[in-house]
């Protein structure tokens, strides 16, 4: 030091000791010696810019005007050749900092950008001046040190973007070495600090390289109070990671020569399973529905290599299995995602079953494979649920392989009780049936059928019934099988109550022949017909055809006239004798009875086999239509 920097020394030195004692705190003595120092800054004496460096705290808040000057002046200092003026420069910030809080964020900033210092001694310095700063104002510290980490959208040439990268790259092993115990233990708490941090470093996940992501989320972010268990936090966390890991698949995913490793997007996943699987921050459902929706298809596992499918497996089943848990849950769970995540998963596993029984299960991929099952099982219990025709020929391979292996046991246990069929239930007995039916027992008694009641004018009388004639019976006493049947009819209560409104009667309709015990053969109605007796069937010892007992809707049956119409010898039927009867009814007594040859042979010329025909089809159409 020559004589003159000594003198100036000692006058400078001076003029403090003045201004320090000076009353005036904002006086013209004051204001002067701000100045001089300020001035000096640029001394080429380190004694002088020591001065500077050590006294301009005192005066930089009493003069506003002049701040912005002397603040340029102490980072001057930090610029200096010399070492030591420089880190007597970097407590000069601090000293600034605590005097005017102003000028935190803009000191802290400098400090960042001091971190890149090449002296390890300088970059100590530095680093404390950052944690002081952080301790006198957390939130705005907190918030320079994240604005370094992520990067900017503007477009910036080479050189900025390399200087930016290896600062971002200090900021984050500052953060995560000497400052994270002092943002942990003391301002983490502080809800306003941890919000700066989540906000601030959030972003970086989708624009950093894997490095930086997994250093910002291992050793930051889940370090903080929110992060500790299931939590809101932790499921947007591990939402901005999966939807990373997703397009970083998408472009892995691109049509290429060979087999797939998928380096990247494994990377994210594992993260992302760390986040969910170990330290529970995140609902294990975000990593399950990434599976079933991107890798957990026949085309997408087909490009991969054997020992990653085996991988996303692995890792899938962890997943669904931590899902399904209980502990897995939070509070107030929604049971209905639950259960859509993992019907979708059991859907998907189908393919997975396939791959491990190709693979060649080992003792690893076995309880992979229990996990699935499990997950298959707890479907099947909880939703009364039965697997498609796939899956269960996927699980018979597995059962299959498992039968070979003594540790597989309770894998077979599980196939066998999954794929069992449960017992029908037991069936009614017949009587059972037949007392609450009333359908399958015969009902014994005579059969009696019915005849749909015509429609009548309301003027038109009663069709007249025949007369039928009685049969010696086998014990030689008279017997009328009309008669009988009679007997055997019981009328239902409902036609007990409308006979009293019946005008007309409901003509009988005849029985089945009876059978006799000779063992002569019936002749035929042709051969009857042309021998022509007193009454039909009389020369061969048959019966009269006997009268039907029809039972109908309140009608009585009443034995037909025995003198039929005249006008029945031109040959009508049944139905046309009837008609007949009642446009005759006014006139004179009723002509004798014709044998049924005369009314046949008198029937115009319509063939014998025509009327029968025709008869019986009149017949059908009426019990077709509910006789």
Known sequence: MNKNQYEQEKEIRELLRRADRHADRTGNLRRETLRRLIELAHSPSPALKSLVASNIKYYIKDFPDLEDDAINAVYDLCEDPISKIRIEGYHA????????????????????????????????????????HIDMDPRVTLGVLCDQVVPHEEPMDEEEQAIRERLRSLVLAFLTGEAKRSIIERHAADPECERVLVEGLSPAISRLSFPDVDLIVRNILLALPSYRSYSSSGDKLIQSILARARSILA?????SGGLLSLPSTRQYLNLAAFVSLERHAAQPLHLVRFYCTTLLNRMALSRLESG?????????AEALEASTS???????????????????AVDASVILFERLAES??????????????RAVSQRKQENDWSPPIPVVAAMRKIQALARSEDHAQDIQDLIRSLLSTPKPPLTQS??????????????????ILKRKIEHRDEGVPPRPASVVPSVPSQ??????????VTRKTVPTARGDARSSNASWDIPPHANKRARTDSGSKTPSLLSRLSTAPSHPGAEHG?????????????????????????????????????????????????PSRTSLLDRLSAGGNDSLAERIEGDVGNRKQKRGRGV
């Open 93 to 132: 910030i601090v000293q600034v900092s605590r005097e005017q809080r102003k000028f935190i964020k803009r000191n802290a900033d400098v400090l960042v950008q001091l971190l890149q210092s090449d002296e390890p001694a300088e970059v100590v310095v530095v680093k404390k001046a950052l944690l002081e």
């Open 251 to 255: 472009q892995e995913l691109r049509p």
């Open 308 to 316: 990653v499918q085996t991988a996303i497996i692995h890792d899938f």
């Open 326 to 344: 209980d502990n897995a849950r939070p509070k107030n769970p929604v049971s209905e995602e639950i259960l859509s995540v993992r019907n979708q």
């Open 360 to 373: 060649g299960l080992r003792e690893k991929t076995w309880d992979d494979c229990r996990k699935l099952i």
């Open 430 to 447: 017949a009587s059972d049936t037949n007392i609450v039916e009333g359908k399958t027992n015969k009902v014994s008694g005579p059969v």
């Open 475 to 484: 014990n030689g006493g008279p017997s009328n099988r009309a008669t009988d």
């Open 542 to 590: 048959l019966p009269p055809k006997p009268e039907l007992q029809i039972r109908g809707r309140g009608s009585q049956v009443r034995p037909r006239s025995p003198q039929p119409d005249k006008s029945l010898s031109g040959g009508l039927s049944i139905k046309g004798a009837a008609r007949a009867a009642t446009r005759n009814s006014g006139e004179g007594p009723p």
